[in-house]
C-alpha cells in the first residue's frame, strides 16, 4: 500500500498550479485533502504522473456568504464550512449535509469541493450541490468556466472537469423565502457512505401550502438523482399531502443497484422511506422559517 | 499479606505510554532496515508456468527478488503443521513462497527486497507471473461437493472428519434418544466469515550479527518462544544463537498465535542472507488476504425434547470452511463441537464435523475460536425448544442446567488440549438469577406492549456459554529482587494489549508484599525467559498468572529465610509491608527487601556502600559453613511454572433488548448486559475492560462482519471501506456484573476473561431480533437490508 512515483508540485499561487497542471495533462491530479486521492494511490487503483498539492494557496480556503448564496473556495474544508455561521444561515442544508459526511477527522481534512470533483453518487456533498442547481468554477491556463450541477456529475467517480483544469469553488445557491432543508440518510455505520441517503428541499407559499418541492437521491444511480415533486405534492399543506404517491414518484425514477451491504430492492424500498422523512422534515423547516419571518415581520 | 492489590480496580501501568505514542509497535522499530514486499497471487486457484522479474531488475534500489527456487533446506519444504489430529487425515500446509500450485488469492509468490517499501512495491508490480487457472472451490457446500478439488490428493476436499458421541445416562445414543423423545425439531444454522482484524498487522524485523553469528527477530506475534524455535529450525541455527522479540503489539485476537508466518522464517533468512537488517510491516489488504480467517460454519441440528424443554437427545452435522490450509490443525471445528454443550446437562449428544478445503484464506482461531458458532447453535435450540413449547426462553434453561453441586461435571469428551472436558466450578442458576434482575427479564414484556402502542418493535435475547480457558501445557515465571529493591518479573508469554504489565504487577505484589511501583513486567521476550507456549485461549492470567505467583513464593520462602538470619528471628514470625520484612509484631526488627537482596548474594566485590555488607571481610558469614550453602543459589530470585491437568471453565450470561425500526429496517441495540463468571477478579476493571472489547467484536459478528467472496474466489471487500467492523458509535454501552466461583485448580483460584465477551453475542443479538420481529433467525450477521428480505420473505409466505 505505497503509491507509484509521481513528481509532486507544491505551487505558490494559482498561475503557478494551473501551468503544473497544464503540462502535465491527462497525467496530473490535484491533492487538496486527500480523503479519497490518497487512498486510491496507495491501493495503486490510481498512478497520475503529477500531484498538484493546492495545499500552499490558503487564498482558496474561503468562504463567502451572501444573499445569492454560499461560494466555497477549493481548499475550505468541511470542517470549516460546517462550522461556518454565515454559510450555515444562507443555505442551511450545507451544514445538515456535512454533519453526515464521514468521521470529525475526515471533515478537518476533506474539502467540499474535492469531494464535488471526486463525484461519488454515494457521497453527500454532490447531491446537496445538484439539489441546489449549484456549479463549479473551473479554471485552467488563461480562463475559466462555471458548470452547472447538471452538467457537472457525469457518471461514478467522473466530472466535468478535463485534465489541465482545477475546481476553484463551488456555489451552493440560496433558497427563496419559506424554504426548509433537510438531508436523511442510513448508512451501514455512523460516518460510512450512505446504503440510501435523500435530500430535500422545501418552498410554501403565503398560505404554508407546497410550491416547489425537490429531492436529491444519493447511493441509487451513477450521479444524484435529482426529482422534482412539486407537482406530486400539489399546492397542498404538507399534511394533506400523499407522502406515499410522492415516495413512489421518487421510486420510479431511481436506479438502484444490489452491493455486499444492501439489495437494490431494500435501496428502493429505503430511498421511499427517507423521501418521506426528508420532505417532511423540510417542509417543517420552511414552515418554521415562514413563522420566524413573519414574527420578525410583526416585530 | 498485607499489600492489598489483588482483586483491586488498579489502573493499566501500561497505558500511560501506550495512548501518548510511547508504544513501540514493529514499523516503529528499525527505520534503516531494508523492506520487504510480496507478489501475491491475484488468482484463487491457479498454477504458476514461469516467473519473470526482468523488468523488475532496472528498479532503482532493489536489491534481492526470491522465489520459491531460491530457498534452501527446510525453508523450502511446506510450512509446519502445528498441531496433528488423528481425525485430521488431510493436513495440508502452504510453502513460504508458493511452489507450482497458489490456493488462495494473497498466497505469497515473490519476495523483493529494496531499499524501502515503496521502491519494493514498485518493483513488485514489475514482476510478471504466468498463471494457468484452475478451477476454483468456493462456499463450503460447494465444496463439500467436490466437484473440483483444492488439493488434488485430497479426495472430497474433506481435510478432517471427527464424530464424538456421548451416550444418555441410560445408554441411548443421541439418535435413539432423539428418536424416542416426545418433541423433535432440526434446523440448519449458519454463520459467516469474520477475522480477527487487529489494528496492527503483522510484522517481522530482523537484523543478522556476523561478528556473532546470531540472530535477532522482533515479531508482532502471540508466541515469541516458538517463533524463535520455528525460525533457528528453519534457518537451521543453534536455539542460542535466535532471539525474538515481541515488542507491544497492536491487537492479535489469534490470527499472530500461528507461526511462523511465510514472512517470519523469510524475513531472518534474507537479512542473514543479506547481511542486512531487513523489515516487513503487513498492510491492510494484505492483512485481508494473507493471514486468516475464522466464523465460517453451516450447522445442521436434530433435538429431542420432554415437555419440560429438557434435552434429551442432541445431533449437531457441522461443515467447517477451512479455507486452503490447516497450518493450526483443526482446534476451531474441535472447540466448537465440545463447547457447545454450554452449562447444559444433555441427555445424549453426537456431534460430527467434516472440515472442508476452500480455495480462500485459510481459517485459524479467531477470539472465542469456534464457540461463538457453538452457543449460536445450542442457544438458538433452547430458543427453538421454547417456541416449540410455548415456555419462558430462561425456563427452559434453567431446566437443562448443571446444578452448583454436580460438580467437577464430566461432559464425556475430549477437549481442545486433549484432556477430558471436565468443568471445575460454576453456578448457572446464579448468574441466570442475576442475569434477569439486572435487565429485568420478567418486566420486559410489559415494556414490550408499551413500545409496540406506540409503533416500536423492541425485543429481548438471552445467551448462556462455557468457556474452558488456560489451557496448558504450561507457563513460567521468574522473579528478581535486584539490591536497590525493586522486583522484576518475567514471564514468556506474550501482551497484546491485555494488560498483562499492570496485572502480573498486582499478583507479584502481593505475594511480595512490595509496592506495585518496585515491580516491572516483561513478556514476550525469548532473552528474558525461554520457555512459554503463548497468548491465546484465554489462558495469560490463568496460566502465566499462577506460574508467577508461584515463583513469587519461592523468592519470598527465600526472602524470609535470610532475613531471618540477619534479624536472628523464626521466618514463620515474619511478614513483608511495603518491602520490608519485619518481625510480626515487631515493626522494629526490620531489614529491607533491598538488603535482604543483598545479602543473599555473597560478594567478593563491593561496587556501593550497600552491598560492602555482603563482601567476604564484612564479618556476616558463619566460618563453618559455605558462603552459599547446599542447595541454595545466589541472588534473591525464583523461577516456578504452572501446568494445570486440564483447563478451567469460565462461564457467562449476555442479555440485549433491541430495537428494529418497522420502515428501514434499521437494527438498534438500546441495552446489553452480561453476567460473568472468571473466578477470583485480578482486576475488575480489566475484566471489564476485556468484556466491553468482546463484546464490540461481538456486535461486529452479530451485525457488520462477513468476508464476502465471489465465485471466483475474489474477496469483495478487503479493507476498512467496505469489511464493516463496529465503531464506538455501534456499541451499546454495556452493563457487568461478577460472579466469582474460584477455580479449584489453580493457586490463584482464577479462571480466563480473554475471549468470553465475543461468545454469545450473535446468539443473543439473533434472539432479541427474533423476539422483536417474530420472524426466525438462523444466519448471523443480519444487516438491514437482510431484515427488510426476511420480512418480505415471511409476508409472502403468510400470503401463500
Redesign the interface.
Known amino acids: 500500500?505505497?503509491?507509484?512515483?509521481f513528481d509532486y508540485h507544491r505551487p505558490a499561487g494559482l498561475g503557478e498550479a494551473l501551468q503544473a497542471l497544464a503540462e502535465a495533462g491527462s497525467h496530473g491530479k490535484v491533492l487538496a485533502g486527500g480523503q479519497s486521492l490518497i487512498?486510491l494511490l496507495n491501493?495503486?487503483l490510481a498512478a497520475p504522473g503529477h500531484l498538484v498539492d493546492i495545499n500552499g494557496l490558503t487564498e482558496l480556503a474561503t468562504i463567502s456568504a451572501d444573499a445569492s448564496g454560499v461560494r466555497v473556495g477549493a481548499l475550505a474544508r468541511h470542517a470549516a464550512v460546517e462550522r461556518d455561521g454565515s454559510a450555515r444561515a444562507v443555505q442551511p442544508l450545507l451544514a445538515q449535509a456535512l454533519a453526515l459526511v464521514a468521521h470529525p477527522v475526515i471533515r478537518n481534512r476533506g474539502t467540499v469541493v474535492g469531494s464535488l470533483v471526486h463525484a461519488d453518487p454515494s457521497a453527500e456533498m454532490p447531491a446537496v450541490l445538484a439539489l441546489l442547481g449549484g456549479s463549479v468554477r473551473l479554471a485552467r491556463l488563461g480562463g475559466e468556466r462555471d458548470v452547472h450541477a447538471r452538467d457537472f456529475f457525469v457518471g461514478p467517480l467522473e466530472s466535468a472537469c478535463l485534465p489541465g483544469e482545477m475546481a476553484v469553488s463551488a456555489f451552493f445557491p440560496a433558497l427563496p423565502e419559506r424554504s426548509g432543508t433537510a438531508f436523511c440518510e442510513?448508512a451501514?455505520?455512523?460516518?460510512?457512505y450512505a446504503?440510501a441517503g435523500v435530500a430535500a428541499a422545501v418552498t410554501l407559499d403565503e398560505d404554508f401550502r407546497i410550491i416547489a418541492a425537490r429531492v436529491a437521491c444519493v447511493s441509487v444511480g451513477p450521479v444524484p438523482v435529482v426529482v422534482d415533486v412539486t407537482g406530486v405534492c400539489g399546492q397542498r399543506p404538507p399534511a394533506s399531502v400523499d407522502w406515499d404517491e410522492v415516495a413512489r414518484a421518487v421510486q420510479d425514477r431511481i436506479e438502484p443497484e444490489g452491493d455486499?451491504?444492501?439489495?437494490a430492492?431494500?435501496r428502493r424500498?429505503?430511498t421511499g422511506?427517507?423521501v418521506t422523512r426528508a420532505l417532511r422534515g423540510a417542509a417543517q423547516d420552511a414552515a418554521r422559517s415562514g413563522a420566524n419571518d413573519a414574527g420578525e415581520g410583526r416585530a | 499479606m498485607t499489600t492489598k492489590l489483588f482483586g483491586e480496580r488498579v489502573q493499566r501501568r501500561e497505558d500511560a505510554r501506550l495512548i501518548t505514542g510511547q508504544g513501540r509497535f514493529l514499523d516503529d522499530l528499525g527505520a534503516n532496515a531494508l523492506a520487504a514486499a510480496f507478489v501475491r497471487s491475484p488468482h484463487a486457484h491457479a498454477r504458476i508456468r514461469d516467473v519473470d522479474v526482468s523488468a523488475a531488475l532496472d528498479v532503482e534500489g532493489l536489491v534481492a527478488i526470491y522465489t520459491w527456487e531460491d530457498l534452501p533446506g527446510l525453508l523450502a519444504e511446506p510450512l509446519p503443521l502445528l498441531i496433528p489430529h488423528p481425525a485430521l487425515t488431510h493436513g495440508r500446509t502452504g510453502h513460504a513462497l508458493a511452489r507450482d500450485i497458489v490456493r488462495h488469492v494473497g498466497e505469497p509468490v515473490v519476495m523483493v527486497v529494496a531499499a524501502d517499501?515503496?521502491v519494493a512495491?514498485?518493483a513488485c508490480?514489475l514482476i510478471e507471473v504466468d498463471y494457468e487457472i484452475l478451477k476454483p472451490v468456493v462456499g463450503v457446500e460447494e465444496a463439500a461437493e467436490a466437484v473440483n478439488l483444492v488439493h488434488a490428493d485430497v479426495p472430497g476436499n474433506v481435510g478432517a472428519h471427527l464424530v464424538q458421541e456421548v451416550p444418555s445416562p441410560d445408554g441411548l445414543s443421541a439418535r435413539e434418544a432423539i428418536e424416542a423423545a416426545p418433541h423433535t425439531l432440526a434446523f440448519r444454522l449458519d454463520i459467516e466469515r469474520s477475522a480477527s482484524m487487529p489494528l496492527e498487522g503483522k510484522g517481522v524485523y530482523a537484523r543478522w550479527d556476523a561478528d556473532d553469528q546470531s540472530l535477532r527477530v522482533y515479531s508482532s506475534t502471540q508466541t515469541s518462544t516458538s517463533v524463535r524455535m520455528a525460525v533457528a529450525a528453519k534457518l537451521g541455527l543453534p536455539l542460542p544463537k535466535v532471539e525474538v522479540v515481541a515488542p507491544d503489539v497492536g491487537g492479535g485476537f489469534g490470527v499472530k498465535i500461528v507461526h511462523p508466518w511465510p514472512e517470519e522464517i523469510l524475513v531472518p533468512w534474507a537479512a542473514r542472507l543479506l547481511d542486512r537488517e531487513v523489515k516487513w510491516t503487513e498492510?491492510?489488504?494484505e492483512h485481508f488476504i494473507s493471514s486468516a480467517h475464522e466464523r465460517a460454519q453451516v450447522h445442521h441440528v436434530r433435538v429431542g425434547f420432554d415437555d419440560d424443554g429438557r434435552v434429551l437427545g442432541l445431533d449437531v452435522n457441522i461443515l467447517h470452511d477451512h479455507g486452503a490450509y490447516t497450518p493450526y490443525g483443526i482446534i476451531v471445528p474441535i472447540i466448537t463441537s465440545t463447547q457447545l454443550v454450554g452449562p447444559y446437562k444433555i441427555g445424549a449428544y453426537r456431534v460430527e464435523f467434516s472440515s472442508i478445503y476452500t480455495n480462500t484464506v485459510q481459517v485459524t482461531p479467531y477470539r472465542g475460536a469456534g464457540r461463538p458458532q457453538g452457543v449460536f447453535c445450542m442457544e438458538r435450540t433452547m430458543d427453538r425448544i421454547a417456541a416449540h413449547l410455548g415456555l419462558d426462553r430462561t425456563e427452559v434453561r434453567t431446566a437443562n442446567f448443571i446444578q452448583p453441586g454436580e460438580f467437577p461435571y464430566d461432559q464425556g469428551m475430549t477437549f481442545q488440549d486433549g484432556r477430558p472436558l471436565i468443568y471445575d466450578s460454576g453456578d448457572y442458576p446464579e448468574s441466570l438469577r442475576m442475569l434477569k434482575e439486572l435487565i429485568g427479564w420478567d418486566s420486559f414484556p410489559a415494556m414490550k406492549a408499551e413500545a409496540a402502542a406506540e409503533g416500536r418493535a423492541i425485543g429481548i435475547g438471552v445467551g448462556c456459554y462455557v468457556e474452558g480457558t488456560g489451557v496448558g501445557p504450561y507457563e513460567g515465571g521468574h522473579v528478581q529482587i535486584t539490591s536497590d529493591g525493586r522486583v522484576h518479573v518475567s514471564t514468556g508469554l506474550t501482551s497484546q494489549g491485555q494488560g498483562h504489565e499492570t496485572v502480573f504487577a498486582q499478583i507479584a505484589a502481593t505475594e511480595l508484599g512490595v509496592p506495585i511501583e518496585k515491580v516491572s513486567v516483561v513478556t514476550g521476550d525469548t532473552r528474558r525467559f525461554g520457555y512459554a507456549v503463548g497468548t491465546f485461549a484465554s489462558r495469560a492470567a490463568v496460566m502465566s498468572g499462577n506460574a508467577i505467583a508461584l515463583a513469587c513464593r519461592k523468592v519470598r520462602d527465600k526472602a524470609l529465610k535470610v532475613a531471618a538470619d540477619a534479624l536472628e528471628a523464626d521466618p514463620r514470625d515474619l511478614e513483608i509491608t511495603d518491602g520490608v520484612v519485619h518481625v510480626a509484631g515487631t515493626p522494629s526488627a526490620s531489614i529491607p527487601l533491598a538488603t535482604v537482596a543483598v545479602l543473599s548474594n555473597p560478594l567478593r566485590y563491593a561496587f556501593d556502600k550497600e552491598t560492602q555488607r555482603a563482601t567476604q571481610f564484612a564479618g556476616a558469614q558463619d566460618d563453618d559453613r559455605p558462603p552459599v550453602a547446599d542447595g541454595e543459589e545466589p541472588g534473591m530470585e525464583g523461577k516456578d511454572y504452572y501446568s494445570p491437568i486440564r483447563s478451567t471453565f469460565a462461564s457467562g450470561m449476555h442479555a440485549a433488548i433491541v430495537e428494529t425500526d418497522p420502515?428501514?429496517?434499521?437494527i438498534k441495540i438500546l441495552r446489553y448486559v452480561v453476567v460473568h463468571d472468571c473466578g477470583k477478579l485480578i482486576n475488575p476493571m480489566i475484566v471489564e475492560g476485556q468484556i466491553h472489547g468482546g463484546v464490540g467484536q461481538g456486535v461486529g459478528g452479530a451485525l457488520?462482519e462477513k468476508m464476502?467472496y465471489d465465485e471466483h474466489g475474489q474477496l469483495?471487500?478487503a479493507?476498512f471501506?467496505?469489511f464493516?467492523m463496529?465503531?464506538a458509535?455501534?456499541v451499546p454501552r454495556i452493563e457487568t456484573a461478577h460472579l466469582e466461583t474460584p477455580s479449584p485448580l489453580n493457586p490463584l483460584g482464577v479462571k480466563g476473561a480473554g475471549e468470553a465477551g465475543v461468545i454469545p453475542v450473535s446468539a443473543v443479538i439473533a434472539a432479541a431480533i427474533e423476539d422483536a420481529e417474530g420472524i426466525t433467525i438462523d444466519r448471523m450477521p443480519i444487516?438491514?437490508?437482510d431484515l427488510?428480505?426476511l420480512r418480505?420473505e415471511t409476508r409472502l409466505r403468510k400470503i401463500q
Open positions: 500500500m505505497k503509491p507509484p512515483p487512498p491501493m495503486r442510513v451501514r455505520r455512523h460516518g460510512d446504503v455486499i451491504h444492501a439489495t430492492g431494500y424500498h429505503l422511506v427517507l | 517499501r515503496y512495491e514498485d508490480s498492510d491492510r489488504r420502515l428501514t429496517a434499521e457488520y464476502v469483495l471487500n479493507s471501506m467496505d464493516l463496529p465503531y458509535t455501534e444487516s438491514p437490508s427488510y428480505s418480505a
